[in-house]
């Protein structure tokens, strides 16, 4: 038997085209791992863009690759082979480099003969303008699944390559994803996670919206729990917070970019809020929903960042009530409008402003772990080492001593203790109306 050896680099949407990428292999008799340090006899990437480290990174994990499998054939697709294909092709040991259209392909295009010097097959983005629906069912996690919805975005950020690399905004047909959404849960999965380019944006352009698809998701019998990657913070109206919040199942958590807490910074990267608007939304969510997990995305270092502007940005996270940050240093791009922009902000400086928010996440999320300590949250198990381990409707990390298994089981834990970076607790006894949780409860907890 035949092994394909496939690694994902970047977010969620990724993770999902992989794993679509592992069913083809799998369908075709292939052994699939997730891992390029075991032996394969093929080598799968899936790129990322977002960062300057890409090719660095590709160029890392093809050496590693091939120490452990000399002779395999190594195919790179995604966001950088979009772009940047004849650097990634000049690679030693790539065989063939894929774009944004061509990289559910492979068996159309691989010659499987690593004699015949690389290949490159990418078509202009414009392109692509068609989309398949994705989900990561059958590849690592078992309890929860990330489903594609959407891809390529419309919007115009200064900062950003996701349209060159991905394209315009399209949205998969709302009875595709229904229907891949029931074979999940049919799979035994009980959480969705919603991704794509941009979320929010999807159906509009076959005249449906994100709130007609999270009712048509939420409606299916057996999914417990529908959690959405990321919304832009001028798509969260108040129609569709209305029904996120009110939605039993919908998790209590919003993953919000903000990238910038100065005004005149959002207006640089050509964002379509200011920092009143983000504001309004958080404090929107925390009126309904108290102990709502809120994440946000904050870059440091955009071009012509001032002291000032970080201290406004500073100031302005140290008010809001968000769960995390994912903090991102700027780093330029080619062919985006921003790597044309102004006075660059010193390495040095990017790095002390990074690590100053790093430190601000780290406090944010020891607070909000500390409110809640003693109250209950549904956890969905995920598996075990020295402890049951899962994620909560907030997305904290929570730990559960436990002497049975609680895989893929979705349960009340009081939390009692709580850590920087993760909670522990224990499972609430009598839970509901029969305590048809009290026996696992009295196993799980010693």
């Not at 379509?272 to 504001?279: F, P, T």
């Not at 300590?373 to 402890?387: A, K, M, P």
Request: with cysteine.
């Amino acid at each position: 038997m035949q092994t394909v050896a496939l690694h994902t680099l970047g977010c969620k949407l990724n993770f999902a085209e992989t794993a679509s990428l592992a069913r083809q292999f799998g369908l075709r008799g292939y052994n699939v791992v997730d891992d390029i340090d075991k032996p394969a006899n093929v080598v799968v990437l899936n790129t990322c863009s977002v960062t300057e480290r890409a090719d660095r990174e590709c160029r890392q994990l093809v050496r590693r690759a091939l120490r452990t499998s000399p002779d395999a054939y190594v195919i790179i697709v995604g966001c950088y082979a979009q772009l940047r294909p004849d650097s990634l092709a000049a690679i030693d040991g790539v065989d063939l480099v894929l774009g944004t259209k061509e990289k559910f392909e492979i068996f159309t295009h691989a010659n499987w003969d690593k004699t015949a010097g690389a290949r490159v097959l990418v078509s202009p983005i414009a392109e692509a303008t068609g989309t398949q629906v994705s989900s990561s069912v059958g590849f690592s996690d078992r309890t929860r699944a990330f489903l594609k919805i959407q891809d390529g975005c419309d919007y115009t950020c200064s900062f950003c390559t996701i349209p060159l690399a991905r394209g315009a905004s399209r949205s998969i047909p709302f009875s595709d994803v229904v229907r891949e959404a029931q074979s999940i849960v049919a799979d035994g999965y009980k959480e969705i996670v919603l991704t794509g380019v941009n979320v929010g944006d999807y159906g509009k352009s076959i005249g449906s919206s994100l709130l007609e698809m999270l009712r048509g998701i939420t409606a299916i019998d057996g999914l417990e729990r529908v959690r959405v990657s990321s919304v832009e913070p001028n798509l969260l109206t108040n129609e569709l917070l209305e029904f996120w919040i009110e939605s039993q199942k919908m998790c209590n958590h919003f993953h919000i970019p903000l990238q910038s807490g100065s005004d005149p910074m959002l207006a640089g990267m050509r964002r379509r809020y200011r920092r009143s608007w983000y504001a309004d939304r958080v404090a929107t969510i925390k009126k309904n929903v108290p102990h709502a997990g809120i994440g946000a995305d904050v870059i440091v270092g955009f071009p012509s960042e001032t002291n000032e502007h970080f201290e406004e940005t500073y100031a302005f996270l140290v008010d809001q009530p968000l769960t995390y940050l994912h903090v991102f240093t700027y780093s330029e791009r080619p062919n985006t409008p921003a790597a044309s922009f102004g006075e660059k902000v010193a390495p040095e400086i990017k790095a002390e402003r990074s690590e100053r928010l790093r430190m601000l996440s780290r406090k944010k999320r020891h607070v909000f772990h500390e409110l809640l300590r003693g109250r209950t949250v549904n956890v969905l198990f995920e598996g075990s080492g020295h402890s049951e381990t899962g994620l909560s409707d907030e997305y904290v990390r929570v730990n559960v001593p436990s002497r049975v298994p609680l895989t893929n089981q979705l349960l009340p834990v009081v939390i009692i203790e709580s850590k920087d970076e993760e909670c522990f607790g224990s499972l609430q006894t009598g839970a509901g109306p029969t305590g048809m949780f009290s026996s696992i409860a009295m196993m799980a907890n010693p």
